[in-house]
């Protein structure tokens, strides 16, 4: 059984930072791509960051020089390290990996930028 289980989110003020934490369970983690999405209110789910099995990454173009996405295979754990943070990545964050042209999905974690 497939599990993702995000954490970290939270209340932080604009300029500061939060890591989010994504632990997988049920996958040979190595093997698969991994993303961070976010969902704000009233808004689409959109693609934050991606890493590859091999460590290649991208960024949406919103979040580029800010975050940085990272996994520790021993751990079966991806990482998305916030820096910067502005209001307007006020969302909910989820965790996805891509299998057999399936998608799953963490219950997602809040994570609220504002003074």
């Known amino acids: 059984q497939v599990q993702l289980v995000e954490s970290g989110g939270g209340l932080v003020q604009p300029g500061g930072s939060l890591r989010l934490s994504c632990a997988t369970s049920?996958?040979?983690?190595?093997?698969?791509?991994m993303g961070w999405y976010r969902q704000a209110p009233g808004k689409q789910r959109e693609l934050v960051a991606h890493i590859t099995r091999g460590g290649s990454t991208n960024y949406a173009d919103s979040v580029k020089d800010r975050f940085t996405i990272s996994r520790d295979n021993a751990k079966n754990t991806v990482y998305l390290q916030m820096n910067s943070l502005k209001p307007e990545d006020t969302a909910v964050y989820y965790c996805n990996a891509k299998i057999m042209n399936s998608d799953y999905w963490g219950q997602g974690t809040q994570v609220t930028v504002s003074s």
């Open positions: 049920g996958i040979i983690f190595s093997m698969y791509a």
